[in-house]
């Protein structure tokens, strides 16, 4: 059953957004000005809400990546994996104050130093398919791997910890 989002317009405080669930909770977010957001679940028939969460705006945008499934490992990827026998896919997160922030794939040399290819950067708004050597690893982004399993550990590692060659 799909529920109507049903849109308010706010003045001076921005958009409410707000649909029925198929088992009758209704959820509301408010999407502020600033951008900020306010998330509001009731139960079936209730006035009061049972929770109330605030987001800022990258964190709405994470939640709502998550919720539609972006960070979901599709099926079919564990049916490749099956086909490349060795090889594995991951989609590895880059960490965090990671020293790879700001450098090219190429200045970090991954496959030479670890044998994992980045075949992909998944990051808002755009993802980089067909990942090339000059593309610049940014933060918050995930990167789409190829390698053997036993490589992983190794590239985590470096991910995370470095060394990079100084540029």
Same mark, same amino acid.
């Given at each position: !059953?799909?529920?109507?989002? *049903?849109?308010?317009? =706010?003045?001076?405080?921005?958009? *409410?957004?707000?649909? @029925?669930? %198929? ?7 408010? +999407? ?5 957001? &306010? ?6 028939? $209730? ?11 990258? &964190?709405?945008? +994470? ?8 960070? $979901?490992?599709? *099926?079919?990827?564990?049916?490749? &994996? !099956?086909?490349?026998? $060795? =090889? %594995?896919? @991951?989609?590895?997160?880059?960490? %965090? ?14 496959? %030479? ?12 708004? @755009? ?10 690893? +940014? &933060? ?7 390698? *053997? =399993? ?18």
């Amino acid at each position: !059953m799909h529920s109507e989002v *049903k849109e308010t317009r =706010l003045p001076g405080v921005g958009t *409410k957004f707000s649909f @029925e669930t %198929a088992h009758g909770a209704r959820v509301t977010v408010i +999407q502020h000005v600033d951008g900020t957001r &306010e998330l509001y679940l009731f139960g079936r028939g $209730e006035d009061e809400p049972r929770a109330v969460l605030h987001l800022e705006d990258d &964190e709405s945008r +994470q939640l709502g990546a998550v919720l539609g499934g972006a960070y $979901e490992r599709p *099926k079919i990827v564990d049916d490749l &994996e !099956m086909a490349l026998g $060795e =090889l %594995a896919i @991951e989609w590895v997160p880059v960490p %965090a104050g990671s020293p790879a922030i700001g450098r090219s794939l190429a200045d970090c040399a991954f496959r %030479a130093r670890t044998g994992i290819t980045i075949i992909a950067i998944l990051r808002d708004p @755009e993802p980089v398919s067909g990942a090339q050597p000059n593309d610049v690893i +940014q &933060e918050g982004d995930t990167l789409v791997t190829v390698g *053997k =399993l036993g490589q992983y550990g190794a590239f985590r590692k470096l991910l995370a910890e470095g060394p990079f060659p100084s540029s």
